[in-house]
């Protein structure tokens, strides 16, 4: 069972990016973490989707929400399983995403997540 940082990514504005995966037959439960590093508010979202650096309307858990300068949204007790993604996406450049968490099961074989 492996726990730690599973992703962490500098957000492309408009640029839907996925942190981590579901990789066990079991879960993968997250704390995701969005830094505005700007002067200037941006607006963020969080998603649980089944395709990698995606967002459709439904898949939102957090969507639109105004992140004030060097400011920080985080959110616990997110969990994906197989085939899921922790995915963000910020209007803005200068937002930092990272994703710590735990998983439980054992571990299946899946494709690296890549940036977009």
């Known amino acids: 069972m492996a726990s730690g940082r599973f992703g962490a990514y500098d957000l492309t504005a408009n640029t839907a990016q996925s942190l981590t995966q579901g990789t066990t037959d079991r879960y993968t439960a997250c704390s995701v973490s969005l830094c505005n590093r700007n002067n200037v508010p941006v607006r963020v979202g969080i998603a649980i989707t089944t395709t990698v650096n ?41 937002v930092s995403a990272s994703a710590w968490g735990v998983e439980a099961g054992d571990a299946v074989a899946v494709t690296a997540i890549p940036t977009a």
């Open 54 to 94: 995606a967002i459709s309307n439904l898949d939102y858990i957090d969507e639109g929400v105004e992140l004030l300068p060097n400011t920080v949204l985080e959110r616990t007790g997110i969990a994906v399983k197989l085939g899921q993604y922790i995915t963000c996406i910020a209007d803005g450049a200068r």
